[in-house]
């Protein structure tokens, strides 16, 4: 059973609008969440996370939202920028280990 | 400041041989894990460490070994390689914990086992 899971495996969105993407979690115990984006050929970088006990945290375009009651988690970029095309994970850690959701391709259009 | 560093970038093994995927930090974490990734797939945990001599397995351990004498180095041996270990593996090392849960990624092994 997938602890973590991002439903929509793509997204498309215009340069300049929002980009909202969605991760699920099944486990309580989470105590931190992590959005990574990964370019192809290389390895994930740490875009943002956020700890279980806020509702919010925002860095610049980047803004995560944490609804602990409904298990989801939620990535706004604003504005979207074609640079942004990449997948994202979202993960979710319990003392130190993370476990990954499937991601979700993000492309932004000129 | 190099990071995490992995070698090879990519290896071709046939069924049955061994082999051993290098990881290296310069940035003195004391956690260090070993990821691999399918095609449409997140990332799976195959082992982790919590510091030099210590490791446990993650979601995904069959196939693999870890050791972890030194608190940079954190190799991964596949004893006996079989195609379902086809993947791109990733080698990753964060702080001990708290805000620190950040992990820091290599680039990346592509293994393809024939």
């Known amino acids: 059973d997938q602890q973590v899971k991002q439903n929509s495996p793509s997204l498309s969105v215009q340069e300049g609008r929002i980009s909202i993407l969605n991760c699920d979690y099944t486990?309580?115990?989470?105590?931190?969440f992590l959005w990574y984006k990964k370019y192809p050929a290389e390895g994930p970088t740490f875009l943002i996370s956020i700890s279980s006990i806020k509702d919010k945290n925002e860095d610049g375009r980047f803004t995560v939202f944490l609804n602990k009651s409904a298990k989801h988690l939620s990535l706004h970029i604003v504005p979207s920028q074609p640079g942004d095309s990449a997948v994202y994970f979202c993960?979710?850690?319990?003392?130190?280990?993370?476990?990954f959701g499937d991601g979700t391709t993000l492309t932004v259009k000129p | 400041n190099a990071g995490v560093t992995q070698t090879p970038k990519f290896q071709v093994l046939k069924t049955g041989q061994s082999m051993t995927l290098q990881c290296a930090q310069d940035?003195?974490?004391?956690?260090m894990s070993w990821y691999r990734q399918d095609p449409g797939m997140g990332l799976r945990l195959i082992h982790y460490s919590v510091g030099a001599g210590i490791t446990d397995q993650g979601e995904v351990p069959n196939g693999y070994n870890v050791s972890r004498s030194t608190t940079e180095d954190f190799p991964l041996r596949l004893l006996s390689a079989a195609p379902s270990q086809t993947s791109v593996y990733f080698c990753?090392?964060?702080?001990?914990?708290?805000?620190?849960?950040?992990?820091?990624f290599g680039p990346g092994t592509r293994l393809l086992v024939l």
């Open positions: 990753a090392s964060s702080y001990s914990g708290g805000i620190q849960e950040t992990q820091y």
């Open positions: 940035m003195n974490h004391e956690y």
């Open positions: 993960a979710a850690s319990a003392r130190g280990k993370s476990t």
């Open positions: 486990n309580s115990m989470f105590d931190y």
